[in-house]
């Protein structure tokens, strides 16, 4: 069809397009809208309170007697991102594992960690043939490809907090799953020198060839808590308060190349400033009570309740108590957002912007 000028209009070209699946970037859907005014937050910020999630979790203990997928994880589902995912790239869940069970050995591309909220310390994930005691706050990780099983040999039922990248992963397309051949449970290395635990410190032995993947595997919260409580009278961040990086110590990074995780310390009474940022996150309430405000929405938090702060929203924390400090445990994605340099924070940077404190001048007592 022609105009009354014999030239074809736009409308005219613009269906012909589409037709041949073609898009003109004048009619690029949301392109430059999107563009506009910067990234709307992706998904919802949203709380899982655990008076419902342990409920269900215990529920879940009856009516799924022994685990199809031997995972009884409860994931969570933020309400605004419709793909899945607790936030558009992080998914968090709660895992319940009863007295004497085993989840049984696997590995995929999607990289994970588990912060512990309940187990005697004898419960264990093995990790590539390494055991690591799973105790009440301990961070364990399963790096992208490691095999991983988890036991719970004891009379008590033990559950920890599950963090996967996995709506990063299938945005990206890159899942591959495997069950470990041969057994339900991997074998273990038992010799304590063979660990490769004892490969992450400050020294190493000079004989051997240092491996850098897939290291560390456990951050126990013995070792985290001490530094925690040394650094607790810092100013810290005014933003986050005493937070503190799980960093690779193999390679001075992130905790994983998409994940990294933090412990965060609210002082009684601590309210910190609004800020917000590109990168996403996702908490886990390790201990207190407080409120964190995003967008104008308050959520109230207690112990082991979690909840998302999606991206680029404005947030505030307050620890509500006087008297008692507030504990979070967080994931976010800022490994990927920075990994091509998107990372971006309002009003000002704060993550990694301070200096050290300096050396202290001559004389100074
Ligand atoms: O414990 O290996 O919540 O593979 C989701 C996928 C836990 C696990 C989850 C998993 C696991
Ligand atoms: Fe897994």
């Not at 409120?291 to 308050?298: C, E, M, Q, R, S």
Request: charged share 20%; hydrophobic share 40%.
């Amino acid at each position: 069809m022609a105009n009354s000028d014999g030239k074809k209009s736009l409308e005219q070209f613009d269906a012909e397009l589409k037709q041949l699946f073609i898009t003109g970037q004048w009619q690029y859907e949301g392109l430059l809208a999107a563009c506009i005014g910067g990234p709307q937050p992706r998904g919802e910020a949203y709380l899982w309170p655990w008076k419902l999630v342990g409920e269900k979790l215990a529920e879940a203990c009856d009516v799924l007697e022994e685990s199809v997928t031997a995972r009884r994880s409860l994931l969570f589902n933020n309400p605004g991102v419709p793909m899945g995912g607790t936030t558009h790239t992080l998914l968090m869940g709660i895992q319940m594992i009863k007295a004497g069970e085993i989840a049984w050995a696997h590995r995929h591309t999607l990289a994970a960690v588990r912060f512990i909220a309940k187990g005697d310390g004898k419960v264990f994930t093995v990790v590539n043939g390494e055991k690591c005691p799973m105790e009440v706050n301990d961070l364990i990780l399963t790096p992208q490809w490691t095999w991983h099983d988890h036991q719970n040999p004891t009379q008590e039922t033990a559950m920890w907090v599950d963090v996967l990248d996995v709506p990063f992963m299938l945005g990206l397309n890159q899942p591959f799953y495997e069950p470990y051949p041969g057994d339900k449970v991997q074998a273990v290395r038992d010799k304590a020198s063979d660990h490769l635990q004892r490969r992450t410190g400050l020294v190493r032995p000079a004989w051997e060839n240092s491996q850098k993947e897939n290291l560390p595997l456990r951050y126990a919260w013995k070792e985290i808590e001490p530094q925690l409580r040394g650094l607790a009278d810092q100013a810290g961040s005014p933003y986050d308060g005493v937070a503190l990086e799980y960093i690779n110590p193999m390679t001075g990074g992130p905790t994983l190349p998409t994940l990294s995780c933090w412990i965060q310390l609210l002082r009684p009474g601590e309210h910190t400033k609004k800020h917000r940022h590109t990168s996403s996150a996702v908490y886990f309430v390790a201990g207190g009570e407080g409120t964190t405000i995003v967008d104008g929405k308050a959520m109230e938090w207690t112990k082991n309740d979690c909840f998302a702060v999606p991206n680029w929203a404005w947030h505030e924390h307050v620890n509500r108590s006087k008297t008692e400090e507030a504990l979070l445990f967080s994931v976010n994605d800022s490994p990927i957002v920075s990994a091509f340099g998107h990372y971006r924070e309002e009003p000002e940077v704060s993550l990694r912007s301070m200096s050290i404190p300096a050396v202290p001048a001559a004389g100074k007592k």
